[in-house]
């Protein structure tokens, strides 16, 4: 869990309060930072953050190199963190020619609101990169949050946040699929829930899998893993009828379910 006192003496000011930057912050006064200024990018006209110890940069990513520029006219924090998983420490470019060590500190995390309560970021993983100074900051931090953390250097930051959409944005977007034609076929709302449900019990037993250091693929379940070709048959034959567009869809996940089984149980 997150140590209160931790982080006492640290003193920050934090750009973009957002649903991110509203929770980063508010963690870290849990564990006695000290927040200065908060302000969105209206507010950068004027902000100072010298002689404090961060500057944290929770914008969008297509906003950062401009605030970056705007910030470095004027006398910053020693440490700049940025929150994007996509790019590296060299979007703040500007800050490190200004004298601010930069570095990143993107938790891999969902946040569909703010979530203030410090014990939603125990076990969070945190992507970090950047100068060393930045990094140790954000190392530190991390593990006053009993969070986990690790470097992701700049040329693996792309296909590293990819796999994060994949991991979070594909998973609700199977679901959405699978909710479309349960709708289509006029089941109750009551399946959506059961579907819910199944991909809560996957997850759990990819978790179990991980943490018995065995591939996630070692949970794969249904009848593609298993090899059932006459129910899988059976499958595509009505999803052609009901919903033609998805059968590209099908296929590709089928393949590669079969990828996944194939590296986490190899053919001996």
Do not use: N
């Not at 969070?147 to 990819?162: D, G, K, M």
């Amino acid at each position: 869990m997150a140590a209160p006192l931790a982080l006492r003496g640290l003193s920050f000011s934090l750009v973009g309060p957002g649903r991110v930057g509203a929770s980063l912050a508010a963690w870290l006064t849990a564990c006695g930072a000290r927040l200065g200024s908060s302000v969105g990018r209206a507010g950068l006209e004027q902000l100072t953050t010298g002689g404090q110890d961060l500057l944290l940069l929770a914008v969008p990513d297509p906003a950062l190199p401009g605030v970056a520029a705007q910030l470095a006219h004027r006398p910053q924090a020693a440490v700049a963190l940025h929150t994007s998983g996509s790019l590296d420490a060299a979007v703040l470019a500007p800050l490190a020619a200004a004298g601010t060590a930069v570095g990143t500190l993107h938790p891999l995390k969902a946040f569909p609101h703010p979530l203030p309560d410090p014990e939603q970021v125990r076990g969070v993983f945190f992507a970090v990169d950047g100068d060393p100074e930045a990094r140790a900051l954000a190392f530190r931090i991390a593990s006053a949050w009993g969070a986990e953390a690790a470097q992701v250097p700049a040329a693996a930051r792309s296909l590293y946040h990819f796999a994060a959409t994949l991991a979070a944005g594909g998973v609700v977007t199977l679901l959405a699929a699978a909710e479309e034609i349960a709708g289509r076929l006029g089941l109750p709302a009551a399946v959506t829930r059961g579907y819910l449900e199944l991909c809560k019990g996957a997850v759990a037993a990819a978790a179990e899998a991980h943490a018995e250091g065995r591939p996630l693929g070692a949970a794969l379940t249904g009848p593609v893993a298993r090899g059932d070709h006459a129910t899988v048959a059976r499958h595509l034959e009505a999803l052609a009828a009901l919903a033609p567009e998805k059968l590209p869809l099908t296929r590709e996940l089928a393949q590669e379910t079969l990828r996944q089984r194939e590296r986490a149980v190899p053919r001996v």
